[in-house]
């Protein structure tokens, strides 16, 4: 990834908010690398329950299959991140494909993620296809 991540127009966008705590910062002195991919993690988690009823909640669950990150301004002890994140159109078979940003207090890039979920039936464990009405639910 090169370019900014930024919501299609129109696209529908789940935010949280990030507080570091110091358990978070690194000998560097800021936010440690794995704690973005726990955010992300957590945001794609958080947007599901959010949108979900409990009855698909108790079907379905999401399993990350991989994530790519850049990097690109520190977070530091006492600074409040905001992040966003909005999925792909449609989905591909069992995949979706979810972005994500995290901004500083300044409104500057600190970490974009992009990631893909695999749906997942919980009673079988196996991969299933997203039905249309979870695509419809997140854009």
């Known amino acids: 990834m090169t370019k900014l991540l930024e919501p299609p127009e129109g696209r529908q966008v789940f935010r949280l908010t990030f507080e570091p705590t110091p358990a978070d910062i690194d000998e560097n002195g800021h936010v440690n690398n794995v704690v973005y991919l726990r955010w ?3 945001m794609g988690v958080a947007h599901w329950q959010s949108l979900a ?12 299959l991989r994530h790519e990150i850049d990097y690109r301004r520190e977070l530091k002890l006492g600074e409040t991140a905001q992040g966003r994140t909005w999925v792909d159109e449609a989905a591909a078979g069992p995949r979706f494909d979810r972005y994500i940003r995290i901004d500083g207090p300044d409104g500057a890039m600190c970490a974009q993620v992009v990631t893909t979920w695999v749906l997942v039936e919980q009673a079988t464990r196996r991969p299933r296809r997203v039905p249309q009405w979870i695509t419809a639910m997140f854009t």
């Open 53 to 64: 009823p409990a009855d698909a909640q108790a079907t379905w669950v999401w399993v990350a």
């Open 40 to 42: 992300a993690q957590d």
